[in-house]
């Protein structure tokens, strides 16, 4: 991980990002949180409310290679529902999953359809 300012190199506004070593490293908890949320969303009867959205998921903040800045990055895509509703309400448990492994991710409404 690495102290970068926040979408470009001017601003005074920095986070600690994650790097593409440890991504790698992550792979296993990022499927198991991807899991948790699928099967809370099953549990919570597959529905498909609210708006149409593309890319909803969880971030992280991320620097990539040769990169100075972090940006963004969807590590975790939602269940397959279109509504940004029902998958807000069916991805606490995953990003408490992240969290108690002392990852701050958040989660990412995508963009209407």
């Given at each position: 991980m690495k102290t970068v300012p926040k979408y470009h190199t001017s601003?005074?506004?920095?986070?600690?990002?994650?790097?593409?070593?440890?991504?790698?490293?992550?792979?296993?908890?990022?499927?198991?949180?991807?899991?948790?949320?699928?099967?809370?969303?099953?549990?919570?009867?597959?529905?498909?409310?609210?708006?149409?959205?593309?890319?909803?998921?969880?971030?992280?903040?991320f620097v990539g290679k040769r990169k100075r800045s972090a940006e963004l990055l969807t590590v975790i895509d939602s269940p397959p529902c279109q509504g940004n509703l029902s998958a807000s309400r069916s991805v606490g448990p995953a990003l408490e999953l992240l969290k108690s492994h002392g990852i701050e991710a958040r989660y990412f409404d995508g963009w209407m359809d």
């Amino acid at each position: 991980m690495k102290t970068v300012p926040k979408y470009h190199t001017s601003n005074t506004d920095t986070v600690l990002a994650y790097q593409p070593e440890d991504l790698e490293k992550l792979n296993g908890l990022f499927s198991e949180a991807k899991q948790l949320w699928l099967a809370t969303w099953e549990e919570q009867g597959r529905k498909d409310d609210g708006t149409c959205c593309l890319g909803k998921g969880i971030r992280i903040w991320f620097v990539g290679k040769r990169k100075r800045s972090a940006e963004l990055l969807t590590v975790i895509d939602s269940p397959p529902c279109q509504g940004n509703l029902s998958a807000s309400r069916s991805v606490g448990p995953a990003l408490e999953l992240l969290k108690s492994h002392g990852i701050e991710a958040r989660y990412f409404d995508g963009w209407m359809d």
